[in-house]
């Protein structure tokens, strides 16, 4: 089986992978011919006043995003790992926004949350009456509500496993001990979860790098560009402004981050990848 | 109990299979449609001319028309056509052009990205077959329409379709309601803004998340304070030409516009693509539009009575008082374009010629676009007005006409005038600049930098 996942990884990973960093020393509209141009995309997209911009705001709705939605999902998977009926019934709701597409949900977002026909300016109510999408710092706080609701289910449920995988001797050992709910919660269940709480932590962050659809359609970057991701500065410099090459200096430098912080998590998790439980 | 679980699993199936079937049929339309036996030699092969273009109805319709009309009475040499939605299109052909395999017939906008396509040498020159051998042809378009098919002094590509003028569009009932007449100047404008917002009625409709469409204000501002040069210098390459005084002025008013809260509350999350925009005027919470003639169709059919009532005005953008500008100017669309590729067999070349010549702006063709309520690029589109009976329409298209054929200057859209480099930055800029989050200072700064790439 390592053969023709090795094959698939190399032809539809490794050689793009190849082909943009090549691409990324050169010059293209992607029309004509392709001429060499040396480190010059490289020097003038890391002289760009755009770069730092969009890490910057890459970064925010990462760490923001993380930060609001393991918590939640946290606390949601411990709820759901019980196994009673209405929790079972419960997950199943919890678990629609993950069926939906990033682009169905950032159209009916759009919709909701437009300033004159929208949900707001419907039903009356002024405080939902804001522009949501068109002033910069309302902007990103919509989008990372808007991510955490679409991915808050997926990550309860990673939790939702992690905890039930616990074993119960340990919450029993706890009560006879005097321990209660809170206190098992902090000293049973987020330890025992910690290579959970990486993995997710990891899906999370390296996932936010590549965002790209949700805002593309929600904001399109704007207003102005308050919401311009890496990923989205991309795409607008090869697929609009024709400069394929400083867009795949872009493509490259999101290859890099994305490396470095899925490294930097691992380490985290301590060098070994043995399960904290079969020690336990 | 066991009935209604397994009647629930098949119903959950059969939603289950109608989504995944309506997705597969999604997937079938949004894809390139082809006539049979197109997917082979497509460009330079040699099996015959090939003709890729735009779906969305009127215009597909009328297109598709086109190529019937020739391909009945050219049995031998049948033009196969490939259709695409716009922004598929967009990618695509510049991609298949790139790489070799682009149709014979291009279609396209113009301007900025037919100069790509001439830089890179893959459009003929038609500049003598124009002027020798379809002198009438030539002669029967608006002249104002060859300006984006010309580079460098020379044709490479003909206009066809339609030709639409960015208009002032108002709600007359905003006007009776704030009891004022349309406005003369740009003075007005400005005195307008108040009145409107103590009537709770926003002064001017504007989808910006769309930045083309606060593009069009300053294509307007531009030409009426400092004239169409300020723009054509730029265009050229001038150094420094953002900081033209009379662009700066320019941008100086939009922003007191902006500031004076001219535009409707939320305009930067508006998009023009949902349409939005218009339903902000028919519906009577904005007083006035800027947008381009083609919008006039969905206010029609979407806006109830607003048109067939005769609520909707239309006027072209007012002078900006002591501006240079001349008042008949216009901007926006003046035409779509067909190019030939430099890549095609000569065989296929003399196919998609005869097509230009004979089916682009044929009688018929000329009628179809004027029944669907649009004004075709051709001189005798006039003639055919009087045959509609709409009184609303015949007033409209009318308007439209005398807008474009009167016009001493037909500017394109900036954005499809220049290079996709410059387009981008523009637009980009343009939106900082409506967020007020840089000065005309800044703007003419940034934009100065990408002149000429």
Not at chain 2, 316 to 337: C, I, L
Request: glycine residues 10%; charged residues 15%.
């Amino acid at each position: 089986m390592v053969l023709p996942a090795l094959l698939l990884f190399v032809l539809f990973g490794v050689i793009p992978l190849i082909g943009v960093l090549v691409l990324s020393f050169t010059q293209w509209d992607g029309l004509g011919a392709i001429h060499a141009a040396g480190l010059s995309n490289w020097k003038s997209v890391l002289s760009d006043s755009q770069l730092p911009h969009s890490i910057l705001v890459t970064f925010e709705i990462m760490i923001l995003s993380w930060a609001v939605q393991t918590p939640m999902s946290l606390l949601l998977g411990t709820f759901l790992a019980g196994r009673q009926r209405y929790r079972a019934f419960l997950a199943v709701l919890y678990f629609i926004p993950l069926l939906l597409s990033s682009t169905a949900i950032a159209i009916t977002y759009k919709a909701l949350l437009d300033p004159n026909f929208g949900l707001g300016a419907g039903l009356k109510i002024g405080f939902l009456t804001q522009d949501w999408l068109g002033r910069s710092d309302l902007a990103i706080g919509v989008l990372i509500f808007i991510v955490s609701w679409q991915f808050i289910p997926f990550h309860s449920l990673i939790y939702q496993g992690g905890v039930r995988a616990i074993p119960t001797t340990m919450y029993e050992a706890a009560s006879i001990d005097g321990a209660g709910r809170i206190r098992q919660f902090f000293s049973i269940t987020v330890p025992q979860l910690k290579y959970t709480i990486i993995t997710s932590s990891t899906l999370m962050v390296v996932g936010s790098l590549t965002f790209f659809d949700l805002i593309f359609v929600l904001t399109a970057g704007g207003p102005g560009d308050a919401t311009r991701v890496l990923a989205l500065d991309m795409y607008k410099r090869g697929f609009m402004s024709n400069q394929m090459g400083p867009a795949s200096v872009i493509a490259a430098l999101i290859v890099l981050l994305g490396l470095a912080l899925a490294l930097i998590l691992r380490r985290l998790g301590g060098s070994t990848t043995a399960s904290q439980q079969e020690g336990a | 109990m066991d009935p209604m679980t397994t009647s629930r699993r098949n119903f959950l199936g059969l939603v289950g299979g109608g989504a995944l079937a309506a997705g597969l049929a999604a997937c079938g339309s949004s894809g390139p449609k082809s006539t049979p036996g197109s997917t082979a030699g497509a460009g330079g092969a040699g099996s015959g001319a090939t003709y890729w273009f735009l779906t969305g109805q009127p215009q597909q319709g009328i297109r598709e028309a086109q190529v019937k009309r020739f391909n009945d009475a050219n049995p031998d040499t049948k033009l196969k056509t490939t259709e695409f939605q716009n922004d598929a299109f967009k990618q695509k052909i510049k991609t298949a052009i790139g790489a070799g395999q682009g149709p014979t017939l291009i279609w396209g906008w113009g301007g900025g990205g037919l100069k790509a396509y001439v830089e890179a040498n893959q459009v003929e020159d038609l500049t003598d077959w124009l002027t020798k051998e379809q002198a009438d042809l030539k002669n029967s378009i608006f002249p104002s329409a060859f300006t984006a098919a010309t580079v460098n002094g020379k044709i490479y590509a003909v206009p066809g379709e339609t030709v639409t003028p960015i208009v002032l569009f108002y709600d007359k009932r905003a006007f009776e309601k704030i009891g004022a007449e349309p406005p003369q100047s740009w003075g007005d404008i400005m005195d307008l803004v108040p009145k409107f917002n103590d009537k709770g009625i926003a002064p001017f409709s504007l989808g910006g998340q769309s930045r083309w469409t606060n593009m069009m204000w300053l294509e307007f501002l531009f030409d009426r304070i400092g004239g169409s040069e300020v723009f054509q210098n730029i265009f050229d390459g001038k150094k420094d030409g953002w900081s033209d005084p009379s662009a700066l002025k320019a941008l100086e008013e939009m922003q007191k516009l902006i500031k004076a809260n001219g535009f409707v509350k939320g305009f930067s999350s508006i998009t023009a693509d949902s349409n939005a925009d218009q339903a902000l005027l028919f519906t009577g919470k904005a007083a006035m539009m800027l947008h381009g003639a083609w919008t006039y169709g969905n206010m029609k059919s979407s806006g109830g009575d607003f048109v067939t009532g005769g609520h909707l005005g239309y006027m072209n953008f007012p002078p900006v008082d002591g501006g240079k500008g001349d008042p008949s100017d216009t901007v926006g669309n003046p035409g779509q374009y067909m190019s030939i590729s430099s890549k095609a067999t000569d065989a296929e070349k003399a196919t998609a010629k005869k097509f230009i010549a004979n089916n682009t702006l044929d009688d018929a063709t000329v009628e179809a676009w004027v029944k669907s309520g649009n004004i075709p690029v051709v001189k005798s589109a006039k003639d055919k007005l009087a045959s509609i009976t709409d009184k609303n329409d015949s007033a409209w298209l009318n308007f439209v006409y005398d807008t474009a054929a009167n016009a001493k200057n037909f500017a394109q859209s900036w954005d499809q005038a220049l290079s996709p480099t410059q387009a981008e930055t523009l637009l980009d800029n343009i939106a900082k600049l409506f967020q007020l989050s840089i000065s005309p200072q800044q703007f003419a700064t940034n934009m100065n930098a990408v002149i000429g790439q």
